[in-house]
């Protein structure tokens, strides 16, 4: 998981990649995600993107859900 800014006009996204997840799997993920932290959010090539800095939420959400860790 990421915090990036930089090509997204000055907004902080946080990126969550790498997990071991079919495409399937990460859309009901960033479902859940979404609707717990009340943000908005995309999937792009295998990659969650989380509006804000929501790193640690979205860790722990990960991490009741018994998903393998992404890379930090």
Known sequence: ???QKKGRAGKEVTVISHLDL???ELRGLLRMI???LGTGGALKDQTIEI???RIAEAKDL???R???TAKI
Do not use: R
């Open 66 to 68: 018994g998903i393998a």
């Open 34 to 36: 979404k609707k717990t």
């Open 22 to 24: 079919s495409e399937a």
């Open 1 to 3: 998981m990421q915090l």
């Open 51 to 53: 509006q804000g800095n």
């Open 62 to 64: 990960i991490a009741t």
